[in-house]
């Protein structure tokens, strides 16, 4: 089941004495139920508009779109108490504590005290809590975001960019954080990210963006094995005879400081039949996975 | 495949009563707007004392004492009046009119030669009022531009949408409670005001012969003044919104109040009734204001004017002269704020 969808979503942006600069060009989204779904595209891609819009901040000159089942923005309030959003920086009072901030939202929604205190445990700032917001560290105001879309215990919860500013710890922290919540069987996340890392450590789907247009979308083990090359590092004892029995079986090798790199092979079991047919044995046979950042980059290059 | 609708967050009325309660809760947690009253309160304690100094309720030497030093100058007048009638450099015919007519104690008055005069309520409970509805109105805009100017520049404003998105309810709670704080500052400086008048009234001066009508006329004085703060400070609060930043919006009221104004006075001085300021003094002021308007006959020979417009401005049309102003900022802010990207 989608809690989020997009279809064929238009935005453009006027511009004085320039033509209109295009943020989402028919963009179609889809984040299934209780999963993790990273948002990626290039800067400017059109991923903080589309979350803009489905937060209700700006409106898309076409296309539809729905939350937890609800069109918006029409219906937008009635589901808003179900939506945590923490998008780009936090944004709070310089001078009030952390504290104070969160009550201050949490009483628009009549969230209890005891939420507060629970959100400042879980992003780990229950003791800095009485400290003013203009005090924190940068990683410490990212929590302090993320800590306010915890407040009404979402059912969806949007984190735009919620690594930004962070030192590495902070960043291990917040998908650490992400992580457990992905895993609670209740909360939905769309996590728009620029860190390939970050989405293929954390995410279950993904859905890449370029020029407000979908490129590709899915499980991210299928998006990777979308993108696999089919390559295979392969070491032998005596890699000459590996070279000559290879290359005789119809293989292309490449040769790599300390091993061979197999070309084009569909089914890794061929190259291990070939050598045994010949007595070469192998000390090491690894399918060379293509990572999200190449499959991101091959993706996105296309489209420009 | 879609997820189910579901029946989720509060209920919009709850969510109301919420709304106000945090935007309450947010303006009275402003550092700035503390700061702010703060220095008012003190400012208005100490001009408090300063003006006890002022007054002091005359005794018996005192009062001797300047019937005294008036009767030296009415003498003194009276001689020299006698010495002018004598003169003969003055034609005969007119050593009345040059002279004047013999002077009595009622064209000197007594109260002229008492250093500290007593504090009476019909002369300065109303005028001080004036100045505390000036003060307050003054310091409405500031609060009213910094309430919602930085919710602005913290994008606070923004933040808030996440949780109630209707932003048509956001900007209303908002003006409201902005209107809320108008009334209640110009409510208390008037309050406050009263009792330090009654304090001056009891120890310097007179409670006594408050002629009919009076208290009628302060109150309604009063509550236009409470009125002109609200108005003040929702007009702060509708720059500031407009513009989304306290310090532009501070600054472009400095400006028009000290350039515009002035520049228009001067230029073309039949604006003069629609001007901010003179529309909130015809709206406090008891009978509203005259203004007298020069032109356009002009004497040749020395380049004045030779004749004068009178213009009234009630307090009916000063206040609907402001009001209109208010109203189309509050229109204007509010329909972009409804109608806007927000990033």
């Known amino acids: ?304 | 495949m879609s997820a189910p609708p579901r029946e989720t967050g509060p209920e919009p009325a709850t969510l109301r009563g919420s709304l106000l309660r945090t935007e309450l809760a947010r303006l009275a947690a402003r550092r700035f707007i503390q700061v702010l009253v703060g220095l008012a309160v003190l400012g208005f304690l100490v001009l408090s004392v300063v003006a006890s100094t002022q007054y002091s309720e005359p005794t018996p030497a005192i009062l001797a004492d300047a019937q005294a030093r008036m009767e030296q100058d009415l003498a003194l007048a009276e001689q020299y009046r006698q010495e002018c009638l004598a003169d003969e450099a003055i034609p005969e015919s007119d050593r009345e009119f040059v002279c004047g007519p013999p002077l009595d104690e009622q064209g000197f008055g007594v109260e002229n030669y008492i250093f500290k005069q007593p504090f009476t309520l019909t002369g300065d409970l109303p005028a001080g009022a004036l100045a505390v509805a000036a003060a307050t109105a003054m310091l409405g805009f500031v609060i009213g531009a910094t309430y919602v100017g930085a919710e602005w520049s913290t994008r606070s404003i923004v933040a808030l949408l996440f949780w109630e998105t209707r932003r048509l309810r956001v900007i209303g709670v908002k003006t409201g409670v902005a209107a809320l704080a108008g009334a209640v500052l110009g409510l208390l400086g008037q309050l406050a005001w009263f009792g330090v008048a009654q304090l001056l009234a009891r120890t310097r001066g007179t409670t006594t012969d408050v002629p009919a009508g009076f208290w009628g006329d302060f109150l309604g004085q009063a509550g236009r003044s409470v009125l002109l703060v609200v108005i003040t400070t929702l007009l702060g609060f509708g720059l500031a919104n407009l513009i989304r930043n306290t310090g532009a919006a501070l600054g472009i009221g400095f400006a028009y109040f000290a350039v515009v104004e002035t520049a228009l006075r001067a230029l073309v001085p039949s604006t003069q009734p629609f001007l901010l300021t003179d529309s909130s003094v015809a709206l406090i002021l008891q009978g509203g204001l005259t203004i007298f308007v020069a032109g356009p006959r002009v004497d040749e020979s020395t380049g004045s004017f030779t004749e004068f417009t009178e213009i009234v401005v009630s307090n009916v049309r000063g206040g609907l002269t402001l009001s209109a102003y208010l109203l189309v900022l509050l229109a204007l802010g509010t329909w972009l704020f409804h109608r806007r990207d927000l990033h």
Request: charged fraction near 20%; aromatic fraction near 4%; charge should be negative.
């Open chain 1, 1 to 304: 089941m989608a809690v989020v969808e997009v279809e064929g979503a238009h935005k453009s942006y006027q511009r004085r004495g320039k033509p209109a600069q295009k943020a989402l060009d028919g963009l179609d989204l889809s984040v299934a139920e209780h999963r993790v779904h990273g948002f990626l595209g290039p800067n400017g891609s059109g991923k903080t508009t589309t979350i803009r819009a489905l937060l209700g901040l700006v409106r898309v000159d076409s296309g539809s779109m729905r939350l937890l089942g609800r069109p918006v923005p029409d219906q937008l309030p009635e589901v808003i108490g179900s939506i945590g959003a923490l998008v780009e920086a936090p944004l709070f009072f310089p001078n009030f504590s952390g504290r104070r901030n969160l009550r201050l939202l949490a009483g628009v929604a009549g969230v209890s005290p005891s939420r507060i205190e629970e959100c400042l445990e879980i992003v780990g700032l229950r003791d800095r809590g009485d400290d003013a917001f203009k005090g924190y560290s940068l990683g410490m105001k990212q929590r302090l975001g993320i800590a306010a879309a915890l407040l009404k215990s979402p059912a969806l919860l949007v984190l735009d960019e919620p690594s930004n500013g962070l030192d590495p710890a902070g960043i291990r922290e917040v998908r650490e954080l992400i992580r457990q919540l992905g895993a609670d069987g209740q909360t939905t996340i769309l996590l728009s990210s620029h860190l390939l890392s970050e989405v293929q450590q954390v995410c279950d789907d993904v859905t890449i963006i370029a020029r407000g247009r979908l490129v590709a979308t899915g499980h991210v083990a299928d998006v990777l094995a979308s993108g696999a090359t089919g390559d295979i590092r392969l070491r032998a004892p005596d890699p000459q005879a590996a070279y000559a029995v290879l290359t005789a079986a119809g293989f292309t090798l490449t040769a790599l400081a300390d091993a061979w790199l197999v070309h084009g092979v569909s089914e890794p079991s061929t190259i291990t039949r070939a050598l045994a047919a010949e007595g070469q044995y192998l000390s090491e046979l690894s399918p060379m996975a293509a990572d999200l950042e190449s499959v991101f980059l091959g993706l996105t290059a296309e489209d420009q």
